[in-house]
């Protein structure tokens, strides 16, 4: 078989100005069309993780101690709170203090991270309740509120049930189609975290 003879390219500013134009044209129609397929499979997205029956996202502390504790709880049904285990179906978000970190103003710089972290865990995963687990001898409460405050269980139990019921009104101008409860886990005999209280009571988690 007879090859075509195929010499080389043509190096003259003509040549290269239209080849340079027709690899541009073809990037830009590349970058058009990839474009176009990630807007029309974002909707997809969302949607598809709305539909996993997520039930809520869990506001929490960062304390190491209490991190085992908290998601053997949301792992069970807990009558007031849920009925069936949440494993698998809820967000979390975690910063210090918990409700203490959204509302005490030594924590203000954190609010907006917080709400837009809630904007978008509802708009992805449709989730239709915020739960709040505050817990004693928390560190952030001392931070927000003096050592004394801390030290005292009646005034740090106070602080967080303050800050849960201001959570809360917040929360009914931000997502007010969110329902909304707040737990207190305390320390037993032992220094373990099992002991559980309501500071706000919601509807339960079916």
Not at 33 to 45: C, E, G, K, R
Not at 50 to 61: E, H, P, T, V, W
Not at 174 to 191: C, E, G, K, N, T
């Amino acid at each position: 078989m007879t090859e075509l003879f195929r010499g080389p390219p043509c190096a003259c500013a003509t040549c290269s100005d239209l080849i340079g134009q027709g690899l541009a044209r073809r990037g830009f129609l590349g970058l058009l069309t990839a474009s176009a397929a990630s807007l029309a499979l974002a909707p997809v997205t969302a949607r598809a993780q709305s539909s996993g029956g997520y039930k809520a996202m869990l506001l929490s502390c960062v304390d190491p101690r209490t991190q085992a504790p908290i998601a053997d709880w949301m792992n069970k049904p807990v009558p007031q709170s849920h009925a069936t285990s949440l494993l698998g179906k809820y967000s979390q978000f975690t910063f210090a203090g918990g409700a203490v970190g959204a509302i005490a103003p030594a924590f203000a710089a954190w609010r907006e991270t917080f709400w837009a972290n809630l904007a978008a865990t509802v708009s992805l995963h449709g989730i239709g309740t915020l739960l709040v687990v505050d817990h004693s001898d928390c560190g952030a409460v001392g931070i927000a509120y003096g050592d004394a405050v801390k030290k005292d269980p009646r005034q740090e139990l106070a602080a967080h049930r303050n800050c849960a019921l201001e959570l809360r009104q917040q929360l009914l101008t931000r997502q007010p189609q969110l329902a909304f409860q707040a737990w207190y886990v305390d320390r037993d005999a032992d220094r373990n975290f099992t002991k559980w209280q309501v500071l706000a009571g919601g509807p339960e988690i079916p």
